[in-house]
């Protein structure tokens, strides 16, 4: 089954220790992004990927670290969470950038 | 930077009616318009598209017009049911960058 996969789904930390949100995908996809959704504020860019170690900035990459030495995984890597990144975190990949984004299952994220 | 607007924020519509959402966007090169529904506690998934070569486009009961000089594009849903209800998100796919731009989303619900 295509899919794309996130883990953990849920994850309460606390303030500066480091975390990793995996994300991984079947579909031989070059394109992957990664995506916070806050009330309000709609879905916005983290970090994108065109493909294995292509990676650049989307909209809020402050406090976030990608990369992609495979095609099918790309980490969200946070250093030193703090309590603005609790949030809802999407992966997504698509055949391209401007083709259908399949969205993993969300990670809900809590920072205390 | 590149800004996608995104209006109404809420819509609320008897079981029957016709709603319109409608997004404008700043970046004048972008090509790719893709329009995605969030069910409550769901991932988004894609539910049309269209790109700048076309002017509207129809799937069923859902249409999305562009408007390429106004930089306004818009999605139709006709004759809505209780299962259009939903958060709707338009995107605009960065134009000179790669990224992906999302309006901040309109939470539809029809009435019964």
């Known amino acids: 089954e295509a899919q794309v996969t996130q883990n953990p789904r849920y994850l309460i930390t606390v303030t500066g220790k480091k975390l990793t949100v995996t994300c991984s995908q079947n579909?031989?996809?070059?394109?992957m992004s990664w995506y916070r959704q806050d009330p309000g504020l709609g879905l916005r860019q983290i970090y994108y990927?065109?493909?294995?170690?292509?990676?650049d900035k989307g909209d809020v990459p402050e406090g976030y670290k990608v990369s992609r030495k495979e095609k099918r995984n790309f980490p969200l890597i946070l250093e030193s969470p703090s309590p603005n990144q609790t949030s809802l975190y999407f992966c997504?990949?698509?055949?391209?950038?401007?083709?259908?984004?399949?969205f993993g299952p969300g990670t809900r994220l809590t920072v205390l | 930077g590149e800004n996608v607007e995104q209006h109404p924020s809420t819509l609320s519509v008897q079981e029957g009616d016709s709603a319109v959402i409608k997004c404008t966007y700043s970046?004048?090169?972008?090509?790719?318009f893709p329009w995605y529904k969030q069910e409550l506690g769901k991932r988004p998934q894609l539910i049309i598209d269209i790109r700048s070569n076309v002017g509207e486009k129809k799937d069923q009961r859902i249409a999305v017009t562009l408007n390429k000089t106004a930089k306004h594009f818009s999605l139709h849903i006709t004759e809505t049911q209780p299962e259009d209800s939903a958060v709707y998100f338009c995107a605009a796919e960065g134009g000179a960058t790669n990224k992906l731009i999302f309006g901040t989303g309109t939470l539809l619900a029809v009435q019964p």
């Open positions: 970046d004048s090169a972008s090509n790719y």
């Open positions: 579909m031989n996809h070059e394109y």
């Open positions: 997504a990949s698509s055949p391209s950038r401007t083709g259908k984004q399949f």
């Open positions: 990927s065109m493909n294995v170690e292509v990676t």
